[in-house]
């Protein structure tokens, strides 16, 4: 069924609409063409409604920062940017199209599972693009599966950067990334995020590939970010026994607590990984099961569809991005992962903070919003803290 949207028909700069992608809270994605280059691409477009209110210049101040924080990164394994303006007061970013299917969806696939390539490809696109982030001065801060584009050929492409953080601009407002993946620092802070809070979260990707599951859920948002500050995270073993103990200390340390005990880098990161998958026989993983409170950011259907608009569901969402081959970087010495640490947590005086916050929410349950210092610990109505694109 063709869904009716104003835009289609619309020329939008060089690219005239040509079908809906997906929705999500803050913009669309369409479908677009350069007839002048012969190409189509992913033009994402903040919604109009959001520009009719008080804060309209806080949207299209963080709508051009994405831009910008897309533009100055060029690498294989981040999403491109072809052009960014406005048309009728309506702002837009045109973005390389990816032809595949965002990781989130991959996962929930019945008939997909993830082998130990597969799985490391995966882990060596993405960390490459972190490290190239973040040598830019750019913090995603808000890697998860629906954020990760994989290709017919595992290759990883990292897009929608509508919550980074530019280091020498400092925290972008209150602005959240997804309670699943969250690292505990983020969740005091989001101007705390650290290179290390999206080692984190991609540790968290990786947990989740391993085990089927992701280490912490719980319907609300608040619940679950309280839990990456202090509970350590259920054994991959528990869920997936083919799983070994070198790989599981890997993830273990991607997680980890504190972010100067995780990995330094993703290079760091995926040299480890490879390393432990070498000694361990061929795994698949098991069927991961779909959650409803993931977190969303901007929603289309998969590549597979036939050009109608799918259900949107959350957490699918799809941005555009281009690349032939993978990253080659400059190699670096495996790193032994570190044994998981018993009991490992936030240190006591962060303890008694979130002590302190816990009983803050007895005290505040019934008010339904609750925000600490910028970071994610928001009571929402069934659904987690999300980003704004």
Same mark, same amino acid.
């Given at each position: 069924?063709?869904?009716?949207?104003?835009?289609?028909?619309?020329?939008?700069?060089?690219?005239?609409? $040509?079908?809906? +992608?997906?929705?999500?809270?803050? !913009? #669309?994605?369409?479908?677009?063409?350069?007839?002048?280059?012969?190409?189509?691409?992913?033009?994402?477009?903040?919604?109009?409604?959001?520009?009719?209110?008080?804060?309209?210049?806080?949207?299209?101040?963080?709508?051009?920062?994405?831009?910008? %924080?897309?533009?100055?990164?060029?690498?294989?394994?981040?999403? /491109?940017?072809?052009?960014?303006?406005?048309?009728?007061?309506?702002?837009?970013?045109?973005?390389?199209?990816?032809?595949?299917?965002?990781?989130?969806?991959?996962?929930?696939?019945?008939? *997909?599972?993830?082998?130990?390539?597969?799985?490391?490809?995966?882990?060596?696109? $993405?960390?490459?693009?972190?490290?190239? !982030?973040?040598?830019?001065?750019?913090?995603?801060?808000?890697?998860?599966?629906?954020?990760?584009?994989? *290709?017919?050929?595992?290759?990883?492409?990292?897009?929608?950067? /509508?919550?980074? +953080?530019?280091?020498?601009? /400092?925290?972008?407002?209150?602005?959240?990334?997804?309670?699943?993946?969250?690292?505990?620092?983020?969740?005091?802070?989001?101007?705390?995020?650290?290179?290390?809070?999206?080692?984190?979260?991609?540790?968290?990707?990786?947990?989740?590939?391993?085990?089927?599951?992701?280490?912490?859920?719980?319907?609300?948002?608040? !619940?679950?970010?309280?839990?990456?500050?202090?509970?350590?995270?259920?054994?991959?073993?528990?869920?997936?026994? @083919?799983?070994?103990?070198?790989?599981?200390?890997?993830?273990? #340390?991607?997680?980890?607590?504190?972010?100067?005990?995780?990995?330094?880098?993703?290079?760091?990161?995926?040299?480890?990984?490879?390393?432990?998958?070498?000694?361990?026989? &061929?795994? *698949?993983? &098991?069927?991961?099961?779909?959650?409803?409170?993931?977190?969303?950011?901007?929603? $289309?259907?998969?590549?597979?569809?036939? /050009?109608?608009?799918? &259900?949107?569901? @959350?957490?699918?969402?799809?941005? %555009?991005?281009?690349?032939?081959?993978? &990253?080659?970087?400059?190699?670096?010495? $495996?790193?032994?992962?570190?044994?998981?640490?018993?009991?490992?947590?936030?240190?006591?005086?962060?303890?008694?903070?979130?002590?302190?916050?816990?009983? %803050?929410?007895?005290?505040?349950?019934?008010?339904?919003?609750?925000?600490?210092?910028?970071?994610?610990?928001?009571?929402?109505?069934?659904? *987690?803290?999300?980003?704004?694109?």
């Amino acid at each position: 069924m063709t869904v009716f949207d104003p835009l289609i028909g619309k020329q939008l700069g060089d690219y005239q609409i $040509v079908e809906i +992608l997906g929705r999500g809270g803050m !913009a #669309r994605v369409y479908k677009g063409y350069d007839a002048r280059l012969d190409r189509y691409a992913a033009v994402k477009v903040i919604d109009a409604s959001l520009l009719a209110t008080e804060n309209e210049d806080e949207y299209r101040q963080r709508f051009q920062r994405e831009a910008r %924080a897309i533009a100055k990164l060029s690498h294989p394994n981040i999403v /491109g940017i072809y052009q960014f303006g406005d048309y009728e007061n309506l702002y837009y970013m045109a973005m390389v199209f990816i032809e595949g299917r965002d990781l989130g969806q991959l996962l929930k696939d019945r008939n *997909t599972t993830l082998n130990n390539e597969q799985i490391l490809r995966i882990v060596r696109g $993405v960390g490459s693009a972190l490290d190239y !982030a973040h040598a830019n001065g750019v913090i995603h801060r808000d890697v998860k599966p629906s954020n990760i584009m994989v *290709t017919a050929d595992y290759r990883a492409i990292l897009t929608d950067f /509508g919550l980074a +953080l530019s280091v020498p601009e /400092g925290s972008i407002g209150n602005t959240f990334g997804s309670a699943h993946y969250i690292a505990p620092e983020q969740a005091i802070s989001s101007a705390d995020a650290v290179p290390q809070s999206d080692l984190y979260a991609l540790g968290v990707v990786l947990y989740q590939m391993l085990a089927g599951k992701v280490p912490f859920d719980d319907p609300s948002a608040m !619940a679950v970010a309280l839990k990456h500050l202090n509970e350590n995270p259920p054994p991959l073993s528990r869920f997936n026994p @083919k799983i070994s103990s070198r790989v599981e200390a890997v993830v273990l #340390r991607a997680i980890e607590k504190q972010p100067e005990n995780r990995f330094s880098n993703g290079a760091a990161f995926t040299n480890a990984l490879e390393a432990a998958f070498s000694e361990q026989p &061929p795994l *698949t993983a &098991p069927e991961i099961p779909r959650f409803e409170n993931e977190g969303t950011t901007i929603a $289309v259907t998969d590549s597979n569809s036939s /050009g109608s608009a799918a &259900p949107v569901y @959350k957490g699918e969402e799809h941005d %555009a991005s281009r690349s032939n081959g993978m &990253p080659q970087g400059q190699p670096e010495p $495996v790193i032994q992962p570190a044994p998981p640490k018993a009991g490992a947590s936030l240190t006591r005086a962060g303890c008694l903070r979130w002590g302190l916050v816990a009983l %803050a929410l007895l005290v505040l349950g019934g008010i339904g919003i609750l925000a600490v210092n910028g970071g994610i610990l928001s009571q929402m109505a069934g659904q *987690t803290a999300r980003s704004r694109f």
